[in-house]
């Protein structure tokens, strides 16, 4: 399994732009990248995989270089309800093999 | 709806009892997984099953049990021999398979608190 590094926490204001990176360098060739956000005593929720390049959805993006060895998940126009603990995770995601949750990165985003 | 239901939200318990706590999910999911979290921690896995009557250690079994009897049940069992068990469970469940979107599905979470 990949271990992956992520910032503890960052803090950010409402309208701006977050970007939060995670380091993969021994990711495997099947392995994909996924992010889960978690607010305080509930359970994480996913927000967005991908495998390379860049992968969109309404909520955020995930940019993936070539090299594969890092992430970058991008808020847009963040608000103070995106103040949470976001995981990054990375793995080949079939189910055969269990998923490993570090310690995530606590984005505070002030008003 | 379908979903991921854990009961009770909250559990207290008297030290040297064990506790089990329920996990429920009509997803048709077959793999389940159960996690713990500590304040300001990120999730540690305890057990996960795969397929009904299997199920494997995850990283911080000691002190734990598990059963998977039927495909949508997950009783995660606290038992007197885990040393420090105040915390934040959680439990889980994803399809298994090929597919590359196997998103884990989380409950609610339960919040033991051991007196």
């Known amino acids: 399994l990949a271990k992956t590094t992520q910032p503890i926490s960052m803090d950010s204001y409402e309208g701006q732009e977050v970007n939060i990176t995670c380091s993969h360098n021994?990711?495997?060739?099947?392995?994909?990248i996924t992010w889960y956000q978690q607010f305080p005593s509930q359970g994480p929720r996913f927000i967005i995989q991908?495998?390379?390049t860049k992968v969109t959805n309404e909520v955020a993006s995930l940019f993936i270089p070539a090299d594969r060895k890092s992430s970058t998940l991008s808020l847009p126009r963040v608000s103070l309800s995106d103040t949470a603990v976001y995981y990054c995770?990375?793995?080949?995601?079939?189910?055969?093999?269990?998923?490993?949750f570090g310690k995530g990165t606590r984005l505070h985003i002030l008003p | 709806d379908g979903g991921i239901t854990q009961s009770p939200k909250y559990l207290f318990r008297k030290e040297g009892q064990n506790v089990t706590l329920s996990c429920e999910q009509n997803l048709n999911h077959d793999a389940m997984y159960w996690y713990r979290q500590d304040p300001g921690q990120g999730l540690r896995l305890i057990y996960y099953?795969?397929?009904?009557?299997?199920?494997q250690k995850g990283d911080i079994a000691e002190g734990y049990s598990v059963s998977r009897e039927k495909k949508e049940s997950f009783p995660l069992t606290v038992t007197s021999a885990q040393k420090n068990p105040t915390a934040f469970y959680l439990c889980?469940?994803?399809?298994?398979?090929?597919?590359?979107?196997?998103?884990?599905?989380f409950g609610p979470g339960t919040r033991l608190t051991v007196l």
């Open positions: 021994n990711i495997a060739t099947n392995d994909y």
């Open positions: 991908g495998y390379k």
């Open positions: 995770l990375v793995g080949d995601m079939s189910g055969d093999d269990k998923i490993i």
């Open positions: 099953s795969q397929i009904v009557n299997d199920f």
């Open positions: 889980a469940s994803s399809i298994v398979g090929d597919s590359s979107y196997n998103e884990q599905f």
